[in-house]
């Protein structure tokens, strides 16, 4: 297992475990994997992104690669310029994170983030700096029009007589998911849609969508859709109904059969998919697959399968014949597609039956010695073999933040929150 990156890159609080020396140590180990090598790199809106931007291309730089800064774009527009254009890409965000939280996320010549394997490759360049004697160059360039034009031709109706509304929570879609659905015809009104950096993730976007919920109450609109503040994770809002990743992925799954491009008949889940979606998949003979929890891991169990829909809960979705990496905007225009398609809501579309869940974050100061707390492993052994096979239990370590997170699955909700409970207690006393 890699020492710095985590389950999306390497993550942490600005200034603390997330250091400009450190995205320096990052940009010179890429110029000691490929000689001279031509990197892009992108950022969201967070303050500290220029900072971290500069001291990476100059890390680059010093060991004689060339550097392209595209600005303030979604992850998913870092990954589609990347590919067969440049031998790294680099994204400067720390996605659905705080404002103080920064991080870096690595893409190779293909489009799809490095895996576990190549990230410990590249940590062991870390020990040492390489200063090539040749420097490279540094550029900025606006290259977004050529990912709006491949959004735009995702598209496959025209979204005219709809009213759409959309949180870009201060992040990085903050002008183009606007722009886009605006293109495409529809009536589009907007929340934490402005280029703020010290707002960014904060009560907004995919992980608070009160206020998209309530401006599409206000606005009469049709739906919504809620990114992060790296735009490559969406969650959509129909009425009175919020569709997490988990019934985006049923959605499109079925649609993708319908047209028969769901190869192989399968897709890509992760042990939180909920157990209410695998049993609704089956029924229209649709088989998921669950990895560990972490796009990457979802991406690489499509990439050996060959696989062109995975996602997660949180909102990633993979369209993977499309790009190799979660787009929230892509993922918006898809459902667009199958609403315009049917002639449905995203209530009507969305058939399944979840089976309760219970999420609980806990703060704590080590998680992986919490983790690997035997009273705590023996404790939950115990609540899960009270429970099989009418529920689940998932306890991990959050891959970017200092949070142990429990999940509890459970036909019914109330022994699901008694059970989350105990094991939360039970936590914080280890």
């Known amino acids: 297992m890699a020492n710095f990156f985590g389950t999306d890159g390497i993550r942490g609080v600005f200034g603390q475990n997330l250091t400009p020396a450190l995205a320096q140590t990052v940009g010179n180990a890429l110029s000691q994997i490929v000689d001279r090598p031509k990197i892009l790199i992108g950022s969201d809106t967070r303050l500290s992104s220029d900072i971290l931007k500069s001291a990476l291309a100059s890390g680059v730089m010093l060991g004689g690669g060339d550097v392209v800064d595209v600005g303030i774009v979604p992850t998913a527009c870092v990954a589609f310029l990347t590919k067969n254009n440049f031998d790294f890409g680099v994204m400067i965000s720390a996605s659905h994170n705080p404002p103080n939280y920064n991080g870096i996320k690595v893409f190779l010549k293909s489009g799809r983030k490095m895996n576990d394997e190549e990230e410990i490759l590249l940590e062991r360049y870390f020990s040492s700096t390489f200063d090539s004697g040749r420097y490279g160059t540094y550029k900025q360039k606006n290259l977004t029009k050529k990912y709006t034009d491949f959004l735009l031709s995702n598209a496959q109706h025209n979204l005219s007589g709809l009213t759409i509304c959309l949180d870009a929570s ?100 992760t042990s939180h998919t909920n157990s209410g979606i695998l049993s609704a998949l089956n029924k229209h003979k649709i088989n998921l697959i669950r990895t560990d929890i972490g796009d990457k891991y979802v991406i690489d169990a499509m990439e050996k399968m060959n696989l062109l829909l995975g996602g997660e809960q949180s909102g990633h979705i993979i369209l993977r014949d499309k790009i190799g990496t979660g787009d929230g905007i892509l993922t918006a225009i898809e459902l667009s597609n199958a609403i315009c398609q049917e002639g449905k809501t995203l209530g009507e579309l969305f058939d399944a039956k979840l089976l309760p869940q219970e999420n609980i974050n806990i703060v704590v100061n080590d998680k992986i010695k919490v983790l690997n707390n035997e009273k705590l492993k023996e404790f939950v052994a115990s609540k899960m073999q009270d429970i099989s096979p009418a529920g689940r239990i998932l306890v991990r370590a959050s891959g970017t933040e200092n949070k142990i997170r429990v999940m509890v699955e459970h036909s019914s909700l109330c022994k699901a929150k008694k059970l989350a409970r105990e094991i939360k207690k039970m936590v914080e006393r280890v």
């Not at 599409?216 to 739906?223: G, L, M, R, T």
């Open 170 to 269: 201060f992040g990085a879609s903050f002008k183009i998911a606007p722009k886009i659905f605006r293109q495409l015809g529809a009536k589009v009104f907007t929340t934490a849609c402005k280029n703020r950096g010290d707002k960014i993730n904060e009560n907004c976007g995919s992980l608070h969508i009160e206020n998209l919920q309530n401006l599409i109450k206000k606005k009469n609109a049709d739906f919504g859709f809620a990114f992060d503040g790296d735009a490559d994770r969406v969650i959509a809002v129909s009425g009175d109904e919020v569709f997490d990743g988990d019934k985006i992925l049923y959605i499109l799954a079925k649609k993708l059969k319908n047209e028969n491009k769901l190869f192989a008949n399968t897709v890509v889940g």
